[in-house]
């Protein structure tokens, strides 16, 4: 018989890291589990977005400004929904929402918190450009009841897990609980994510630079010096680097992840913290970069080391190559 490849289901992955700790209630494992069913709801969705005419938009904007497609308001729904019951989290908090999420009544609070963006990148749907679904997770700060804004404020080094799904050319659930990072591909046909990025590893050095280059202008001088010497000519140093940018965090992330180099949001004259969110794009994304052996920072310290003040606030942040992130510190630090 020839040799079947190694199938390892995502739901079959976690019950085995949850048999890792003998400790564990099988909560974790639940959130985990229901973060999966919310996954393919979302893709079923977003997979024939252009063909049931969800698209348009709603009138509805966002804490942020963006006008809301109705995808984000489907994606939004469908992961508070399959999230709201299991017993596992004790409140949640979402990009669309500008306030924190309650459990229902009828429904036990349980021990985690779950902040997410259902869907970043949701102004490229049209174009059918790679979109993605980003969450965070923390174990509660207050001890019983309903969760509040508190449990929801924790700096990113308390996560226990985070990770992204990314809805390209294929599917992909990547996430981490603290134990490196793994990645599940999509099989469509049998509605299973099986493993297929095990533990991932970022190179410790890249060749790839990743920002909207559109607003330099607006940049910090040694932002400015920081693109400019990527982009010279120096064979002993691996330059010129090579620009690429989807605009979507999630698909500039997961690229950065799996080539290296740096992906980055800077601040500017007209936005000093930048365009990104902290607690559900920020410090998700450098959790998983960190825990594959790459540096975040926000230009002077790791993300994870951000204490928030509010739900929706902004960060610079670069994430990538340890080699790379240095560096660009080191610009911006006026150090180079
Ligand atoms: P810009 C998408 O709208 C998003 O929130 C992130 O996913 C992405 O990295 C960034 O904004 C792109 O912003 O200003 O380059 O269009």
């Excluded at 949850?18 to 973060?35: K, N, R, V, Y």
């Excluded at 990113?156 to 609980?177: C, D, E």
């Excluded at 970069?289 to 942040?317: C, F, M, N, W, Y």
């Amino acid at each position: 018989m020839s040799a079947l490849p190694k199938f390892m289901t995502l739901e079959r992955f976690i019950n085995e890291q949850e048999m890792m700790h003998p400790g564990a209630t099988g909560e974790f494992s639940g959130l985990l589990h229901d973060l999966s069913l919310a996954a393919k709801l979302v893709w079923r969705e977003v997979s024939k977005a252009g063909l049931v005419n969800i698209l348009g938009t709603t009138d509805r904007m966002n804490v942020s400004g963006d006008v809301v497609k109705k995808l984000d308001e489907f994606a939004d729904e469908t992961i508070y929904k399959a999230m709201d019951h299991g017993g596992h989290v004790c409140v949640m908090a979402s990009e669309e929402n500008e306030d924190i999420l309650q459990i229902p009544d009828q429904y036990t609070a349980g021990k985690y918190v779950l902040l997410y963006d259902p869907l970043d990148g949701s102004s490229n749907i049209d174009a059918n450009i790679t979109i993605g679904s980003i969450f965070s997770v923390f174990k509660r700060a207050t001890t019983t009841g309903k969760g509040t804004l508190q449990d929801c404020l924790q700096p990113g080094y308390k996560q226990v897990a985070a990770g992204y799904i990314i809805y390209g050319s294929s599917t992909i659930f990547v996430y981490s609980t603290g134990h490196g990072v793994h990645g599940f591909t999509l099989d469509p046909s049998v509605g299973e994510f099986l493993l297929s990025h095990e533990d991932i590893r970022i190179p410790v050095k890249g060749k790839i630079y990743s920002l909207n280059e559109g607003n330099f202008c607006n940049w910090e001088s040694g932002m400015q010096r920081y693109i400019q010497y990527l982009k010279e000519q120096d064979k002993a140093t691996d330059r010129p680097y090579s620009l690429r940018y989807i605009g979507t965090m999630v698909g500039d992330s997961h690229r950065t992840l799996l080539y290296g180099g740096i992906f980055a949001y800077p601040g500017d004259k007209k936005n000093p913290q930048g365009k990104l969110r902290l607690m559900y794009e920020c410090n998700p994304m450098a959790f998983i970069i960190e825990q594959a052996g790459g540096r975040s920072s926000d230009g002077t310290k790791s993300v994870l080391q951000v204490q928030p003040a509010s739900l929706h606030q902004h960060t610079p942040v670069f994430l990538g190559s340890t080699e790379d992130v240095k560096m660009c510190e080191e610009f911006l630090q006026g150090k180079r």
